[in-house]
């Protein structure tokens, strides 16, 4: 029975590489993998996922006005599975075209992705991966103290915490720092005395 897996970490967990080596594995065997990301992810180029340790793949890019469901049928009906990168900027809706795959076409959907923004807020499409998907797992990553890392905290270019400004930011190591939840308070604490 095929079911929509949620895997989720902080800035830093490895969840790009493990996407892309879990569509190795399943090509290896001789499997088809459907592997798509929100276009609104650009950092790799606009049909391109890309880890930080080296890794990419040509892609299919999702448009916020995408259906996702439709599009699996009209050019992807014979894959094996899905998988997605970067869940967390998919729209409720296509969270549920995911679902909809899952539940009427059994191919499993596996959805890579970050739980929430630099403010701790939950991503709509990781919210609704949250409240609908089979299995939820999350990717470990540690912040510089040696606890585990659960905030993805924005920086300026002075390396200074952002408390303020639009959700969606694209960045890599240079505008975000997966860091605890202690360190998070405690560095914005002394940061706004100075």
């Given amino acids: 029975m095929a079911k929509l897996y949620f895997k989720y970490g902080a800035m830093g967990s490895s969840k790009t590489a493990q996407a892309l080596i879990t569509r190795f ?5 001789g ?12 950092r790799d180029g606009a049909d391109v996922i890309g880890s930080r340790i080296g890794l990419s793949e040509k892609c299919t890019p999702i448009g916020r006005e995408d259906d996702i469901y439709r599009m699996f049928l009209e050019s992807h009906a014979g894959d094996d599975v899905i998988i997605a990168d970067e869940c967390q900027f998919f729209t409720r809706e296509q969270i549920d075209q995911l679902r909809l795959i899952v539940n009427e076409v059994e191919v499993p959907v596996l959805c890579f992705g970050l739980r929430t923004d630099f403010l701790t807020n939950c991503f709509p499409g990781s919210l609704r991966l949250f409240e609908i998907a089979d299995s939820i797992a999350e990717i470990k990553t ?14 300026d270019g002075r390396g200074r915490i952002v408390t303020s400004g639009s959700q969606v930011m694209l960045g890599g190591n240079d505008s975000y720092v997966a860091m605890c939840h202690r360190c998070y308070i405690e560095r914005i604490r002394k940061e706004s005395k100075e």
């Fill in 31 to 42: 499997m088809r993998v459907w592997l798509i990301k929100p276009a609104t992810d650009t």
């Fill in 142 to 155: 540690i912040c510089t103290c040696g606890s585990k890392a659960t905030v993805n905290a924005r920086i």
């Fill in 25 to 29: 594995n399943y090509e290896e065997r």
